[in-house]
Structures are given as C-alpha cells and as structure tokens.
C-alpha cells in the first residue's frame, strides 16, 4: 500500500521505516530539513537501537522529504506522528497536529485516504482532525473531484530504545474509526504484524513467544482514551511501589524484595512495578496531565491519575533529600549523576528525573558533575544552562566526590567496574536512584550503599 508519515521523530520514524520494511510504499515528510537530509543520507536523527540498520534495509520502499506534495497525493495512508507536548494549561498543544492537517488537506487527491492520528492526542481531536481536513479541502481552489477520506486514530505504545521490536512484535494493535472503509484500510496494512507473516530484520529474530497479534478494531474515542488510561495506569503502577517504597524505608522493609513479591502475582504482574526516582521523558508527565486537563473538561476530578503524577515529582526530591541526611550540608558538596537520559538506550532528556535532581542540587548549592553515556551530546544542546555541568569522562565524575546518584540504569553503569572509582572518592557514598545495583557487592568494595526508597 501507498503510505506517507507526517513527523519523523520517535514515533513517526519507526512507524515510517517499519512500515517500508514490511513492504508498503512510504514516503516521509518532515518540516526539519536537517532531518530529512540526515535520513536521505541512512543516518537516524535519534539514538535508537537497530534504526539505522532498518533503514538500510527497508530503503528500497522508503523516501525522505520535505513537501507534502511529494508524499500525500495517491497514499492510502496518512499517518500524523507530530509531536504534541504540553500546553501552559497542562492539556496538550495541538498547533503542530493542525498545521499539519491543514498541509495534508491541501494534497489530498486518492479516491480514498485514510488520515491516522499516530499522536497522542486527547479525545475528540479524531473529530476536531476532521473538521479541519473537511474546512481546509473545502477551500482549495484546485481541489480535485472523487476525493474521499476519513480519520482514524491508531495510538502508538513503542518504548523508546525498544522502537523496532515494539513495533514489529507488539502486545496489540488498536485502531479506532467511525467509518468501517478507514478499520478495512488499516487491517489490510497491519495483516503482516497481525498474523506474524514477514521474515523479521536479519538483526532482529522473532522472539520465540511471538504469536498472532490482538487487534482491538474499534470507535474513535474508544481508540484515543485506550492510549491515556493505558500510560496513566502505567505510570500509576510506578508511583504506587514508589508510594509503598517509602514506607519500606520507615519500617525497615526491603522494596525491592516486596516488589518481587507483589509482581510474581500474576494479576499485578511485575513489569513497572521498579522503585525509583521515577518516570520521566516525553509520554507520561504531558499524558497523565491532559488526561486529567480532558477530565476536567467534564467536570470530573481524577484523584488517583493527579496523586500518581505528586508522588512521582515527590521522588525526584526525596533523592536530594537522602544525600541532604547522608551529607548534612549539601552546600560546597560535589555530587555525581550518572545518566541525564530519562531511561537507559534512548537519548531523550525531556522531563528526565536527571534535569530536576541536578537544578535541586545547584539550588542547595551543590557542585554536580553531570555524565551519560549517549545523551551528552544532545544535553550540551538542548540544556545550555546545565551544560557546563558536564563531565566527558567517569574520572571526572568520580573524582573527589561526595555522592554519585545512579539516575539512569545504563548497562554501561551496571557493569561498571566499581572498584577502580572506589579510592577517586572524597566520600564514597553511592544512592541508587533505580534499586539496580546489588548492595551487598558494593558495601564489599568500600562504598556506603543507599536506594532512594527501603
Ligand atoms: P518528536 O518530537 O520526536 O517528533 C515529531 C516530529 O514531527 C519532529 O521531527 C518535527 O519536526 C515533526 N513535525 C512537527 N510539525 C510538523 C509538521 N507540521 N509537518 C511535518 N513534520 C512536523 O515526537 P515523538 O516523540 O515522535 O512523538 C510524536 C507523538 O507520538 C506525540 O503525540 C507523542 O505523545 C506520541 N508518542 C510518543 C512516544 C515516544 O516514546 N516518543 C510513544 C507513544 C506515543
């Protein structure tokens, strides 16, 4: 099928390139010229694990540009992956997904196209994309004749640093429409992922449990609140144990073990069930805030969604509070953050834990020393005022140190070899911000172990 991607950020791009590597013809638009001219060259803007293989592989049916002209005329599918972050309100800013709608109205030309909202985008905005496509076509003096579209919703759940695989081998697949012509389209478009048909990427085998995938076909609204009560129920589950984790630590209690005990129940399940200094990036904090801003829109309160999202900022603090207990007077300390990406194999920092632990630290008038393994980069970018906080190497961090928080579980953290930074301390005090290192080990190699929580 003719496919086009509007937005190739973390979403669109995967969805592009999966989508071409499964056979369909997709071109991708991106207003970012700098971006397109990087993917036209098979380098992938993001860090993501296997991207720029799967690109390599799915380029014959794959192109790059920056003109709706050149991918929406003649697609089947249009999907609109744009970013859609928070408003100054807390419900989400949908300039990017209008603008874009307004763009892809001005060429369609297929006797039929459905146009997907891969965004997470509130509820009602299925109808509100409708409208303006509707209101924008309508105005083109060269509209053509024999033009029908419909909009469906299709909500991604990829994690990033997870991207391809979630994609080509997912728990489910949701679509939501209100016309049965656009739930057709889709079906016949996902068929290879639904029935498992496609030989995987030669970098990427099949896992062994794979099988057919559920497909939830159903009404718009249905589609689009299935994507927020899905992430806020996520990130509620990370706040609970975080929430029981304090309590672990006031009654002596060890979380890491009541979280195995609780997760191994397999009507909890123990996945999202890790203590920490909790969620971050660019999905929970802005959907657990719009799901509450679109409730209140009906005059409903959502007390859990709202407690999971103070409990989850409460964390962030509480790091900074234990090294305040530990160290007394954090003035003049010098503290190390080990990872400023909100989680391991991505180089996404926004709302990551890190951003608020070190601006905490600086406010208390502590020195920090901030590293990561691949987001550095992009820190120096997009954080200037933290920038000069960072740190190129793991010496650097290390030495002369009061504290090192573990913020991110890089696996290049986990299998650090510890005894050799040991002896660099001035103190060597190590809080694990995600109960990933094993404490008794590093007791054994001199430091003073703590976990934000038990
Ligand atoms: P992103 O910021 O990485 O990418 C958005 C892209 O859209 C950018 O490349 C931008 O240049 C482009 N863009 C913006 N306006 C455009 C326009 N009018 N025309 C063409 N291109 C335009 O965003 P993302 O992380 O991929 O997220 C996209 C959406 O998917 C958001 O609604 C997000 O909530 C949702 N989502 C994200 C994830 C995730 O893990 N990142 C997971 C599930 C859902």
Request: aromatic share 8%.
């Given at each position: 099928?003719k ?6 950020g ?5 969805t592009?390139?999966?989508l071409a590597?499964l056979?369909h ?10 971006k397109?001219?990087?993917l036209?060259a098979?380098?992938c803007?993001?860090?993501e694990?296997g991207m720029?293989e799967?690109?390599?592989e ?23 992956a744009?970013q859609?972050?928070?408003a ?10 209008r ?5 892809v109205?001005?060429s ?6 459905v ?6 985008v509130?509820?009602g ?8 496509l509707r209101d924008?076509?309508a105005?083109?003096a ?7 579209f419909a909009?469906?919703s ?7 640093g997870n991207?391809i695989?979630d994609?080509l ?8 429409s ?6 057709e389209v889709?079906?016949?478009l996902?068929r290879?992922i639904?029935n498992?048909t496609?030989?995987?990427p ?10 057919a995938?559920?497909?939830?076909s159903?009404?718009?609204a ?11 129920f ?5 706040s609970y144990?975080?929430e ?6 006031k ?7 009541v979280?195995?005990?609780m997760?191994?129940d397999?009507r909890?399940?123990s996945?999202?069930?890790q203590?920490g ?13 719009a799901?509450?801003a ?13 407690a999971a999202?103070?409990?989850n ?5 509480i790091?900074?509070e234990r090294l ?13 953050l080990?990872?400023l990406?909100f989680?391991?194999?991505t180089?996404d ?12 630290l ?7 020393r901030l590293h990561?393994?691949i987001?550095a980069e ?10 000069p906080?960072?740190s190129e190497?793991l010496?650097?961090v ?5 504290a090192?928080?573990?913020?991110t579980e ?7 070899d510890?005894s050799?930074?040991v002896?660099?301390m001035?103190n060597?005090l ?9 404490g008794?080990r590093?007791r054994?190699?001199g430091?003073k ?5 038990g």
């Amino acid at each position: 099928m003719k496919v086009c991607v509007v937005g190739t950020g973390y979403v669109g791009l995967t969805t592009g390139v999966s989508l071409a590597f499964l056979g369909h013809e997709v071109t991708c638009v991106d207003l970012d010229q700098h971006k397109v001219d990087m993917l036209r060259a098979g380098k992938c803007p993001i860090y993501e694990p296997g991207m720029e293989e799967l690109l390599a592989e799915a380029a014959p049916n794959l192109s790059f540009t920056t003109s709706y002209a050149e991918g929406v005329p003649g697609a089947d599918v249009v999907f609109v992956a744009v970013q859609t972050p928070s408003a100054a309100d807390g419900s989400p800013d949908l300039r990017f997904l209008r603008s874009a709608a307004e763009s892809v109205a001005q060429s369609l030309d297929h006797e039929f196209t459905v146009v997907v909202n891969k965004s997470t985008v509130p509820i009602g905005s299925g109808n509100w994309v409708d409208a303006i496509l509707r209101d924008s076509f309508a105005q083109r003096a060269d509209r053509p004749a024999g033009v029908e579209f419909a909009v469906a919703s299709n909500p991604e759940f990829l994690r990033e640093g997870n991207a391809i695989a979630d994609t080509l081998f997912p728990d489910r697949i949701v679509i939501g429409s209100d016309n049965p012509r656009s739930l057709e389209v889709l079906n016949r478009l996902y068929r290879p992922i639904i029935n498992q048909t496609f030989t995987p990427p030669t970098f990427m085998p099949r896992p062994e449990d794979a099988s057919a995938v559920p497909l939830v076909s159903t009404d718009l609204a249905s589609a689009e609140l299935i994507k927020y009560a899905a992430n806020a129920f996520l990130a509620l589950k990370i706040s609970y144990v975080n929430e029981i984790g304090q309590l672990a630590a006031k009654v002596g209690a060890d979380i890491t073990e009541v979280a195995r005990g609780m997760g191994l129940d397999q009507r909890i399940g123990s996945r999202f069930l890790q203590p920490g200094v909790g969620w971050g990036g660019s999905c929970f904090g802005k959907d657990t805030k719009a799901l509450v801003a679109t409730a209140s829109e009906y005059n409903l309160e959502m007390p859990i969604v709202k407690a999971a999202r103070d409990v989850n900022q409460r964390q962030r603090a509480i790091a900074v509070e234990r090294l305040q207990d530990e160290l007394r007077i954090l003035k003049g300390r010098k503290i190390g953050l080990l990872g400023l990406a909100f989680k391991p194999n991505t180089d996404d920092l926004r709302d990551s834990p890190a951003l608020d632990i070190a601006s905490l630290l600086l406010a208390r008038g502590a020195r920090v020393r901030l590293h990561d393994p691949i987001a550095a980069e992009r820190f120096r970018r997009e954080q200037p005022e933290l920038a000069p906080h960072l740190s190129e190497t793991l010496d650097g961090v290390f030495d002369d140190c009061d504290a090192v928080v573990l913020v991110t579980e890089w696996a290049q953290y986990l299998e650090l070899d510890w005894s050799k930074f040991v002896g660099l301390m001035r103190n060597p005090l190590v809080l694990d911000g995600r109960h990933a290192l094993d404490g008794d080990r590093m007791r054994r190699l001199g430091y003073k172990y703590l976990a934000v929580a038990g």
